[in-house]
């Protein structure tokens, strides 16, 4: 798969001076300077009146002269080429001008006469081949027979944390997984429908990172109180230690769990007198899940095997009822095989956020039969896919930054 870059100030100046060159040159070669002056200061007069009258934002379009003089239309045109259709026959129609989202470009197009969604998405692939670039497809609501089509150019490699900044200011207290920029906007899943998460990948893929992305995020918005618990020693999470609960090995997180449980039966109990209750977000984040389940098979440290056992136990309690009560979990094993999260526990996380993953048959197993999706992602740090009740969407997460000072002890 062959990314582009669209430099949008670039390519709209270009288009600026191709109209330049093809309208005001040959004026002046057949000799009507007057004419070429005139030519010019019209294009860039309506080029002004644009900006500073009808306020459209330049970078939002591609460039947008230089499609005018070229009539683009390059999603209609792969699927005419697709069909060996004559130049005549009807095609993908754009209606829109094709607008920048994100690194994307957006327009409607109108489905030629036959073609319905279900069929243009299943003929998707092989546009995205013809195109040489992925494709977003989607429905245009209450307009049957226009789709939205998206060519989706090549997502940055590094985004600071501090790019979220505008969006985190306007949702101070919103309950949600922050996690990235897609194709088109900021990703994030709201942890009102995905109550728990699950995050896997090769290690060096980026799951330290986007736990930290996260819970800076929920600290910064004030969504959630934070417990984390680090099986790694807690050494990656040192600047938070003085933000939130910590655990750091087995026995602090069987403590970790057990109390979590108790106040989760009590929120229960509090629910049955009054259904309204308002109860504040508790998110529970592990990291190196694995080694809990790696634990409780242990033959050689009996009692730290049946703690973990207990641990495991509580959170299959959690995952299926911490919902109602505000209770949050996410688990970050490397594979999500069985051995690494019991199929019990599995089965109660239809959010996960998936880096790179090494075969195809482990992709499968995190994003269901037949999905090679994961496997196919491009090996970059911080790439991943977020998948949403099966759902897919490549994000580059954000890269970690502090946004809130540490509080001093004791505060
Ligand atoms: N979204 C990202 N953007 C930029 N760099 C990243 C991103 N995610 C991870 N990295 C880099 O990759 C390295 C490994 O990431 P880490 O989160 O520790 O991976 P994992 O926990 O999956 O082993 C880190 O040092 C980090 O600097
Ligand atoms: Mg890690």
Redesign the pocket.
């Known amino acids: 798969m062959i990314d582009r870059d669209y430099n949008h100030n670039m390519t709209a100046d270009l288009g600026l001076f191709m109209a330049l060159c093809l309208i005001g040159l040959p004026l002046l070669l057949i000799g009507l300077p007057n004419l070429a002056w005139f030519a010019s200061l019209f294009i860039l007069s309506a080029i002004a009146t644009r900006i500073m009258v009808a306020k459209v934002n330049i970078q939002d379009e591609y460039n947008p002269v230089l499609l005018w003089l070229v009539g683009g239309n390059p999603v209609g045109h792969a699927y005419r080429k697709m069909n060996n259709r004559a130049k005549t026959q009807p095609t993908l129609h754009r209606l829109t001008r094709l607008r920048r989202r994100g690194n994307t470009l957006v327009a409607q197009y109108a489905l030629p006469p036959g073609l319905s969604f279900t069929e243009l998405t299943k003929l998707k692939p092989v546009l995205e081949s013809g195109l040489n670039q992925p494709l977003e497809i989607a429905m245009v609501p209450d307009n049957p027979g226009v789709v939205e089509i998206g060519l989706v150019g090549r997502f940055r490699?590094?985004?600071p944390l501090t790019e979220a900044l505008p969006w985190l200011d306007a949702h101070p207290g919103l309950e949600t997984w922050c996690i990235?920029m897609g194709s088109q906007e900021l990703a994030t899943i709201s942890m009102d429908d995905f109550p728990h998460l699950l995050v896997v990948?090769?290690?060096?893929?980026?799951?330290?990172?986007?736990?930290?992305?996260i819970l800076e995020s929920l600290l910064y918005m004030g969504s959630a109180k934070l417990i984390l618990a680090d099986l790694k020693g807690g050494s990656?999470y040192q600047v938070f230690q003085s933000r939130l609960i910590m655990a750091t090995t087995i026995p602090e997180l069987l403590e970790t769990v057990t109390q979590l449980l108790d106040l989760m039966r009590e929120r229960q109990r509090k629910l049955l007198e009054d259904e309204h209750v308002i109860f504040e977000s508790i998110a529970l984040v592990i990291?190196e899940f694995a080694n809990v389940p790696t634990a409780a098979n242990s033959k050689t440290n009996k009692q730290e095997a049946e703690q973990a056992k207990e641990i495991l136990n509580i959170l299959n309690t959690i995952l299926q009822q911490g919902r109602s009560t505000n209770i949050h979990v996410l688990i970050?094993p490397?594979r999500p095989d069985a051995d690494t999260v019991p199929g019990t526990l599995r089965a109660n996380l239809d959010a996960v956020v998936t880096?790179h993953v090494t075969t195809a048959v482990q992709s499968g197993v995190i994003l269901g039969a037949g999905h090679n999706e994961a496997f196919e992602l491009p090996a970059i740090?911080?790439?991943?896919l977020i998948s949403q009740a099966g759902e897919l969407q490549q994000v580059?997460?954000?890269?970690?930054q502090q946004l809130q000072p540490n509080k001093t002890q004791g505060a």
């Open positions: 490699r590094k985004i990235g990948g090769r290690t060096g893929g980026g799951k330290t990172n986007l736990i930290k992305v990656d990291d970050a490397q880096f740090k911080g790439r991943a580059q997460v954000f890269q970690w």
